[in-house]
């Protein structure tokens, strides 16, 4: 070898060290924040590690394909804006060119391990780590208002990438450390503003101790609907992602121990209360109850959160499912008064604080039972099509009568007579023979001012379902701080009559206070000394 090749060779040695070394160091690369509208401050901050370096960036939108639960593959995507990001894109381009192959490891961006961090104020909030993640599918699209307004100032467009991934496994990094027996954290009360100051908390009770949250969004999934018997009770609660080091340690070992027959999941009771201030308008206690579902997913409308007119919510979805319910109804025993003088007629009335109805109308509904008369009013009133003389099955022919439907929604109130005979209709559900039990008859007024322009009676009714629901509005309900805690009451009765007192009135003739003869006192039945002559 001449000394020539010797030096050529060492030249090009230290040359591609150099190289090398440089192109190590940029590949940990990192995303300036892009400053969005996050509500709760919850930031995902992904941290991708391919073969050829690290990549950490900031998508305000996650999404998981399935809830942590359920032992039913690993997925997630996530939408950002389009941003410098060499190796994440170079993955989703190679995923393209390699899409037909089968093979394991056919190009050097094919598989790599993703840190999932929800962050808040500089901590996380959670921790995952998916691996062995491959791209599943890509596509670039600018999101508008699809109503021509983004072509005018202060809406805009916005240039995203969306990315799906597919994984094979997903660990959580969150902190297990040991908590004391005995310990009790509440959390605190919520921060948003809810319909008449009704609110929702969760008391769980753990073998370790309680933990109390405030939701914003609460909705009972089973429990009251006509069904067989051995009924689950089941209920969904949805907030902004936090950290819950209790039920979080819950919703980590239900993961675990998912899809295995060898070991069980934890028990734990739940107590929800719905309050207006230091009341108690109504409750469940939940007995033996595990997490069923657990999903971390964006409540996104279209570009708005990214030009930044709205917001992003990390919302953390959980589901629970219960082996039983016992309802509170804690204003029923004060309107019967005390042991000794309790009456067996109760009477209540309850006037909804809300008043946002065209034309000022209000529906005012009179529930008459066995036990008393509760009088409320509903802000949404809902009968069914009276005319239909049959219902439809599904099959080539109606066969069964239509009875008149009822259903009842307004923001959880004080009405405990109604929720005693929902109540009672729970202590019976699925017995045969006990459809027709305390019925109830119904009659409704709608009214303006002092005038009642329509009514309608029904006769003989049943509950049929009785739900309590939040229905958040994707993000703005967060980002405009209003959630709305409903009642929603279902009845089936079997007599209906329609009243219209506008057109009695017409028909109604009133007669002048004039004296007749025939008014007049027979004299010859006078008393003695009187006579006719």
């Not at 060492?10 to 591609?16: G, H, L």
């Not at 409704?444 to 739900?467: L, P, W």
Request: one cysteine or more; glycine letters at 6%; aromatic letters at 12%.
């Amino acid at each position: 070898m001449t000394y020539k090749n010797v030096k050529n060779i060492a030249i090009f040695s230290i040359v591609a060290l150099f190289a090398v070394t440089s192109f190590d160091l940029s590949n940990a690369y990192a995303e300036e924040s892009e400053g969005y509208k996050m509500i709760g401050d919850v930031m995902p901050v992904l941290t991708f590690q391919f073969r050829d370096g690290t990549e950490t960036y900031e998508f305000p939108v996650f999404k998981m394909g399935e809830n942590m639960i359920d032992d039913a593959g690993v997925s997630f995507s996530v939408e950002g804006t389009v941003t410098d990001s060499p190796l994440l894109h170079k993955a989703m381009d190679e995923a393209y060119i390699y899409r037909s192959s089968n093979a394991a490891f056919d190009h050097q961006f094919k598989y790599f391990d993703v840190d999932a961090n929800f962050v808040k104020n500089g901590e996380n909030v959670i921790s995952l780590a998916y691996t062995n993640c491959r791209v599943d599918n890509y596509q670039v699209e600018t999101l508008d208002s699809n109503d021509y307004e983004s072509y005018f100032a202060g809406v805009g467009f916005a240039i995203v990438d969306k990315i799906d991934f597919v994984c094979s496994g997903l660990n959580s990094n969150n902190d297990s450390a040991r908590i004391t027996p005995g310990t009790i954290i509440d959390h605190g009360e919520s921060a948003f503003k809810y319909a008449n100051d009704v609110k929702t908390s969760v008391t769980f009770s753990f073998n370790e101790g309680k933990e109390r949250i405030e939701f914003p969004s609460f909705n009972l999934d089973s429990g009251y609907g006509e069904t067989g018997r051995n009924a689950k009770a089941e209920f969904t609660v949805e907030g902004v992602l936090d950290n819950y080091p209790m039920l979080q340690s819950k919703i980590d070992n239900a993961r675990k121990v998912s899809g295995l027959t060898a070991q069980s999941n934890d028990d734990f009771d739940a107590l929800v209360e719905f309050t207006n201030g230091d009341k108690t308008l109504r409750g469940f206690d939940f007995r033996s109850c595990h997490v069923e579902s657990a999903k971390i997913t964006t409540l996104t409308d279209k570009e708005e959160g990214f030009t930044k007119k709205s917001g992003f919510v990390t919302a953390y979805q959980l589901g629970f499912e219960c082996s039983g319910l016992k309802p509170l109804n804690v204003n029923y025993g004060a309107l019967q008064g005390d042991t000794t003088w309790k009456t067996t007629k109760v009477v209540n009335e309850y006037e909804e604080p809300l008043q946002n109805t065209d034309k000022d109308l209000s529906a005012f509904v009179t529930f008459t039972f066995d036990y008393g008369v509760e009088t409320a009013e509903f802000s949404m009133f809902k009968q069914s099509n009276v005319l239909t003389a049959t219902e439809d099955v599904g099959t080539e022919f109606t066969r069964k009568t239509a009875y008149p439907t009822v259903e009842l929604r307004g923001i959880v109130g004080d009405y405990p007579l109604l929720y005693k005979h929902v109540d009672d209709g729970l202590k019976v559900q699925g017995i045969i023979g006990t459809q027709n039990r305390d019925l109830v008859d119904i009659d409704v007024k709608i009214v303006s001012g002092e005038k009642e322009i329509r009514g309608f009676n029904y006769s003989s009714c049943r509950a049929t379902d009785y739900d309590v629901s939040t229905n958040p509005n994707s993000e703005e309900s967060y980002v405009k701080n209003k959630f709305a805690l409903e009642n929603i009451f279902d009845f089936e009765c079997q007599g209906y009559r329609p009243n219209n007192p506008a057109y009695d009135a017409m028909f109604n003739i009133e007669k002048a206070k004039t004296s007749s003869t025939s008014d007049l006192r027979k004299t010859d039945d006078w008393a003695q000394g009187f006579y006719v002559e």
